[in-house]
């Protein structure tokens, strides 16, 4: 006799599994908004599991579930019930090569022309596996280029806008905030040049046409709005 054990995943594990990996049918699905017979239709096709019936059990009884909300999606909630929506406008993006000299010279940078500066400006580094990619204000850019020479650039855009969401520190330990947002911004087909985590800041950079669409769909996530926007505060600088 084959072991109980050994037995391969549920319906009902590949119905969820197949409703989580696919966002819009999720949401669809948590709305009531699905026909659980063509939906179990479709899952059969695309997976191996076979008994329609026990596939639209599962789908009944997960659309219970996503109604009533997950402790997930309380956690998420609360987070970002909890956040502050910062804006900053005129940034301009650099990608330079992932080489010690950019490194190096950006250090100098820092060192030399922003200790100088009565206000400390926006200027965000985050190296990749191929790129280091500088956020800054736009009246920072000259200076900055002026320091690195121009075979280590990758790539100059200005006129950007980032929208950041400053959170508590349980965001740290709140698994999906992140995607949450991303998703809410996918949903509208709006595009992020960049998107990164530090910390208590979740940041997306967008282009100037995407920018106010951005900031309807995330300023909606928060319940009561969101707080006056802050600017001049870089984001990942923490008080």
């Not at 191929?130 to 280029?145: D, G, I, N, R, S």
């Amino acid at each position: 006799m084959a072991d109980p054990k050994a037995r391969g995943p549920s319906a009902a594990d590949v119905t969820r599994r197949y409703i989580d990996d696919h966002p819009s049918v999720r949401e669809a699905l948590r709305d009531d908004l699905l026909n659980y017979t063509s939906l179990a239709r479709l899952i059969g096709g695309a997976t191996e599991v076979r008994n329609e019936e026990a596939v639209t059990i599962a789908c009944r009884r997960y659309q219970r579930e996503l109604a009533r909300g997950t402790p997930a999606d309380a956690a998420i909630a609360r987070v970002i019930a909890g956040s502050q929506l910062q804006v900053h406008s005129d940034i301009a993006l650099v990608r330079f090569r992932d080489d010690p000299e950019v490194l190096d010279r950006l250090l100098g940078v820092g060192r030399r022309a922003l200790t100088a500066l009565a206000r400390r400006p926006l200027f965000e580094i985050f190296e990749g596996t191929q790129a280091v990619t500088v956020l800054c204000e736009e009246p920072f850019l000259a200076t900055l280029l002026a320091e690195i020479p121009s075979r280590l650039r990758l790539l100059v855009e200005r006129g950007l806008a980032i929208l950041a969401f400053r959170s508590h520190d349980e965001v740290a330990a709140t698994p999906g905030v992140l995607a949450f947002m991303a998703e809410a911004l996918y949903r509208r087909g709006i595009n992020c040049l960049e998107t990164v985590s530090v910390y208590r800041d979740s940041i997306f950079v967008f282009r100037s046409q995407d920018v106010i669409p951005a900031y309807q769909v995330l300023s909606a996530l928060i319940p009561d709005g969101p707080t006056p926007p802050v600017e001049g505060e870089s984001p990942g600088e923490q008080r």
